[in-house]
């Protein structure tokens, strides 16, 4: 069983930056895909970006790309999402999510493709 602690987040206007972190542990190979995923009310859960295990590989949705950096860790079991440029349709739950397998790079955008989840952190953005 693996644990997804998520820290971070919180209270920023448009154009700050905030970071979000997300560690995990329980699992003795954790060599697979982390993900980020947001839900803003009322609206569906979507696809923020994702790193390969050996953080070579990054992937970022097109409403990021450029705003956001993730990286990872490995030495702490930690995962980073840094946010910068940081705008009111930002504002959602993010959460972060750990592969129990290989994803293919079609289905990193899916959450089906993830098996474990953070518990979610608030990220709002003021106008």
């Known amino acids: 069983q693996e644990e997804l602690v998520q820290s971070g987040g919180g209270l920023v206007q448009a154009g700050g930056s905030l970071s979000l972190s997300c560690t995990y542990s329980?699992?003795?190979?954790?060599?697979?895909?982390v993900g980020w995923f947001r839900q803003a009310p009322g609206k569906v859960r979507e696809f923020v970006s994702a790193i390969r295990w050996s953080g070579l590989s990054t992937h970022y949705a097109d409403s990021v790309k450029g705003r956001f950096i993730i990286s990872r860790d490995s030495a702490k079991n930690t995962v980073f999402l840094q946010m910068k440029e940081l705008k009111p349709e930002d504002t959602a739950v993010y959460y972060c999510a750990s592969a129990r397998s290989r994803v293919i790079l079609s289905a990193l955008r899916f959450g089906d493709s993830y098996y474990y989840w953070g518990q979610g952190t608030q990220v709002t953005v003021s106008s």
């Open positions: 329980g699992r003795t190979n954790n060599g697979y895909t």
